[in-house]
């Protein structure tokens, strides 16, 4: 099983920045399909953000477009997401995901990073 690690979330300003780090590991033994980044706030259902493929196609929530950017290395070691222009709606703990391919599905979940951004 692949295993995930958030890092990066933290307490912002709006209009403020932030970048997400999400480290896989195990992947040795497991092929990536397209990993992502989704977002739960609190009452609400958890939600995509962003997704980015084997191919590097990306895919994002409107509310995010042109805000914020997903990108990863060329080994899927490590999966980034670049936040600009924050605004308070953007509160809520933030999900790494990785889903293998049709040939030997699984999907993997991170523990989770909180972002805040403050009014």
């Known amino acids: 099983q692949v295993q995930l690690v958030e890092s990066g979330g933290g307490l912002v300003q709006t209009g403020g920045s932030l970048r997400l780090s999400c480290a896989a590991s195990?992947?040795?033994?497991?092929?990536?399909?397209?990993m992502g980044w989704y977002r739960q706030a609190p009452g609400n259902q958890r939600e995509l953000v962003a997704t980015i493929s084997s191919t590097r196609r990306t895919n994002y929530a409107d509310s995010v477009k042109g805000r914020f950017t997903i990108s990863r290395d060329n080994a899927w070691n490590t999966v980034y997401l670049q936040m600009n222009s924050l605004k308070p709606e953007d509160t809520a703990v933030y999900y790494c995901n990785a889903e293998g391919p049709a040939t030997m599905y699984y999907v993997a979940w991170g523990q989770g990073t909180q972002v805040t951004v403050s009014s």
């Open positions: 195990g992947r040795s033994f497991f092929s990536i399909n397209v």
